[in-house]
């Protein structure tokens, strides 16, 4: 097998020159930055495991958006652009991910999300995918675990006004929640913050009068959900909270201390109930690499590069177009969170996981599956 | 709503009212004196909550002498950045300086982003001031109350400093005139720097005690803030303290009550406060306490 | 004599620069032309905050609020009704905008105007509030707009934003407004309109004691400024595709008026060249924030590093060239023909 090797070498060489480019944008600074660096480090331990595709290497290109919109399709120009890219991964947050996807759409190239769970991120796009469930069926889950499991029949949401995400989750909760106790009044009441807030007093005040079983705080910072339950057991409140995936980052367990003790929130992965065997190995890389526990951002990282790879393998040259049929024609797709299958619209059809914290640490619940 | 739940509401606005106050005073101290909106006010303050947060988990100071540390090296921070982008200006049309202020801001929260990281971190709480109080059935942290008594001492302090000191008649000349300040014999440079020196000190103060009550930090965690107490300045009048106090508290007041009393009205809370403002200044152009 | 010479430079010049418009649209490629389009925007905001800030002496912190008005305004006029029923998913858009749809240049055209109506409004209080006072006023305005524009989804969507607005910006649009706005502002400064400006930012009680009525040149500068700060917002709308409340912050402004700041307060000419200058300096910064290799040794790149270096160089151009790039001078014919003279003369002795 020696004289393999110089061959390898000489292969290398010749398609060194046309590396076959794979562009990032995700948020590396401003408010959304702590989901952004969790996502690269599954995207980067993905790029470590497969370096080339078609025999060719792979040139992964991060851009950071900066949390902004404006900056995020500026990024994803310059990935298609300047950087030549195939195929654009990212990014966290529906806010940034948006202008990202309308502008890779028009530029004919595809475009992988790791975690924008907003509908519209692919809605209408057929350059767009992700490998996430959306909140319509997230805003569900979480209203079918607070009445089926905590036997919840009021409730309180204390919503972003400020933010997207906050407001569209909300309003599927909300909407489900009232379906399933079959009662129109089961919310009590909506309460609104403003991002940036840090003092939820009167907000929690207001709820707190109204007395719910449980208060949901689809929060896009996971700072100020830690905040708000911090401040409502100061202010004596005993109600369960329950949250959406942002709240998935160690330092919302470092600013909610004991406070955010028995929380609930929904997520995409968890490394107690994996469903693939993929995911085994992406658990035992992923500690090898880094020396702790794999987030759920990082197993979608991980997932979303790995599609693409397997994308641009299946459409055999690296061609925008081509990689976007085979992308749309993904079914059963081993990744490290699941089997993934991409619906008409684009977006995988998922479980989503309940965790809670226990122990300053989170714990894995329950699996729900879509219903329909 | 009940008499409890209104006294709730009373006992966290007042709480949040001191807060502002706080954070307004060292604002409006700069303010008066050089006359200089100092943008980068809010970005001192965030630095200062840096200062702890390395000197509790970088050097392993006890938490008191790490707040004392970063109150130091914050002062010292407010007087660097005087020296190095208001001094030269001083002379230069005013706008110049605002736009010096901007750019210092500007500079401090990308530098603690390539620094510090951008993500949030949590903020050291001690165990000594981590606790409720129950009065009746109204509940108030004990940081609330300390930042009341810190409050009260700090508008004391000043007042004391401003009206009773030599510095402080130095102070009050430079607020009207460089020039003639100057002829009358008194340093300006040093009394800025003194200037910069309390008006730093007094962000790091507030940015701890903010810091104690919302324990998250991160780069641009000075914006907010920083914006508030602008506001408040200007509620109570360039240069007044008392003035200062009372916009921060005003505004501490009206953002809690009026989600207390409209609570579907909750979403529209910063355009009320705005609104506000500019009625305020539309009967008081100079502000509640401001001189013309 | 002069004067008509300058005349057919300038027709000249222009019928140039629309050919190289031209040749850009076609040849370029995207992302040269997308910052291209982000330069012009940042020209149309640039002068007409100068307007405001730099030739009249009143500090405006407003201009996100009437890039907000400009934006959502022309946005839901020409959005398509199927459009709209898809963004408005949550709470329907009220009648009658959801039945309405109109060509871009009248919807573009009726934000302006909108945005002009706002300015209005806030440029009045101007005779009371002086100053900082001012400044606090008008940025509270930029705030009130973002915090209704959030909270009103039956209009606005609220948070959730307009999105897959479609894209009419391109080069002709942006630089023909930029031209246009360049134009307009600079005969109103040369006009009688603009000598009372200058006098009231120079004094204003000297002005009032001329005869000049300030209330009502307060406003006029307001409003002008107003109106193409709504226009550069109805083409940044159709040029990112999505806009939210949120993106008109306070931080948008600072950015228009760090360009104002460094072209020059009271040049035109001087905003022209750092609004195109910045736009381009923006992206090129972000060679550093990609892994370098630099004599074999591999460089990380650092996230943030790009907007550190920004400020820097702002600092330093603050601190330095405190007077902007060209200060309060203005690009004319005049003073390229007289280096020509100068020239041809000194080659005469």
Redesign the interface.
Known sequence: MKWFIPLFLVASLVFAAEPIVIGVYEP????Y??GG?MTMEGVYLAHEQVKEVLGRPIQLVLVDNKSDKVEASNAVARLIEYHKAVAIIGSYGSAVAIPGSEVANKLGVPMVGCSPTNPLVTLGKPFAFRVCFIDPFQGTVMAQFAVEKLGAKTAVVIQD?ASDYSVGLSHYFQEAFKKLTKNNKSVL?V????T????F???L??AN?KNPDVIFIPAA???EA??II?QAR???MKQIFLGGDTWE?P?FL??G?KAVEGSYFSTHFDTEATTTPKAAQFIKSFREKYGKDPSAFAALGYDAYMLVVDAIMRAGKPDPKAIKDALASTKNFEGATGYITLDQNGDAIKDAVIRVVKDGKFVYVTTVRPTE | ??WT?FL??LA??I??GF?FGLVAIGYTLVYGVVKL?NFAHGDIFMMACFFVYYGITLFSFPWWLSFVFAVFLTALLGISIEK??YK??RD??R??S???A???S??L???A??VF??????FY?PQVLNK?L?IGEI?I?LVTIVTIVVSIAALLFLNYLVYKTKMGLAMRALSHDFDTARLMGINVDRTITFTFAVGSSLAAISAIF?AL????I?P?MG??PG?RA??AA?IGG?GSIKGAMTGGFLIGMI??????FL?DL??????FI??M??FV??FR???LFGEA | MYRKKSFWFTVFFVVIFFLFIQYAQTHFDAYIIRIMNVAAIYVILGVSLNLI?GFTGQ?SLGHAGFMAIGAYASALLYMSPELKVMNFFIKPLIWPLNQIQIPFFPALLIGGLLAACAGFLVGA?CM???G??L???T???S??IR??F??LQSITNGPLGLKGLPTYTNLWWSWGWAIFTIFFIKRLIDSSYGRALKAIRDNEEAAEAMGVNLFRHKTLAFVVGAFFAGIAGGLLGSLVMTIDPNAFN?MLT?QI??IV?LGG?GSITGTVISGVLIAFLMEWLRIVETPMKIFGFTIPG????R??I???I??IA??FF?HGILGDREFSWESIFSIFKKRDSMEGE
């Not at chain 1, 309460?191 to 403003?194: D, F, G, P």
């Not at chain 3, 650092?302 to 590093?305: C, T």
Request: aromatic share 12%.
């Open positions: 590396m600074t401003g408010p930055a702590a660096q006004i009441g309460i609104s913050y403003q940036g807030d840090q003092d007093t009167a907000q005040t207001f009068s910072a996971y700072g830690a905040l911090k100061e202010l004596g980052a330092e470092q600013v201390g | 709503m009940s739940l709730q509401h966290n606005g709480a949040l807060v909106v190095v982008a030269p200006l230069a049309p706008i110049s605002l736009c010096s901007i750019g210092m500007f500079l929260e990308n530098f982003t390539v990281g951008g993500r949030q971190k949590a709480q409720t129950n509940r942290q903010w009550r919302y324990p998250q991160w641009f914006v907010f914006w602008f506001t200007i360039v953002s809690i009550m009026l989600v207390a609570p909750a979403g529209y809370r910063d355009a705005f609104m403002l500019v200044l539309l152009p100079t502000g | 800030n500090f209080p009371r509030v002086k900082d006072y400044a606090i006023v940025y509270g305005f705030e009130i915090v209704l959030n909270n306070i600072f008026v760090l700041l307060l650092i996230s943030g590093m907007m550190l920004f400020s820097v702002l600092m603050v601190l405190r």
